[in-house]
């Protein structure tokens, strides 16, 4: 059930993020709910799971604070939270690095093809946590 309330919400945030650059407070609110409820009944999130959403909110708090000007959805921060608590640690850092890679294509794409200054990264960053739990199901870098 765990990874399927991801899916479900994850998929109905990138499209939302896609169609109308939102990504709704009360949708992130009510998976943030859902995922700890059944994380804890599954057995899928521990203490350093929680401890990473952390330390992404405060990275960005920094990052955002530091330059002012940094084009971030507050959505997409939030978002990235919960990938760090539906995913783990070791998981994550893989995240990180495709999710990067995958974000810096689509934003060249956006900006120098189709001439705008913003795209949509809930659906960049699920694509990642796709990439990721395929690698991880295949054993590739766990």
Request: charged share 10%; hydrophobic share 65%.
């Amino acid at each position: 059930m765990f990874a399927i309330i991801f899916y479900i919400f994850s998929t109905v945030l990138s499209y939302t993020d896609y169609k109308k650059y939102l990504v709704p407070n009360n949708i992130l609110l009510t998976m943030a709910i859902m995922l700890l409820i059944f994380g804890f009944f599954e057995s899928k999130i521990y203490i350093s799971s929680i401890v990473l959403s952390l330390v992404v909110l405060l990275f960005f708090i920094t990052l955002m604070l530091i330059n002012r000007q940094m084009i971030l959805g507050g959505g997409d921060i939030k978002y990235m939270m919960l990938v760090a608590l539906f995913l783990g640690l070791k998981p994550f850092a893989v995240f990180l690095i495709i999710t990067g890679l995958l974000q810096t294509i689509v934003l060249l794409f956006m900006q120098k093809v189709k001439k705008r200054r913003v795209a949509a990264m809930v659906p960049v960053m699920f694509i990642s946590v796709i990439i990721v739990n395929i690698l991880s199901y295949l054993n590739i870098f766990l």
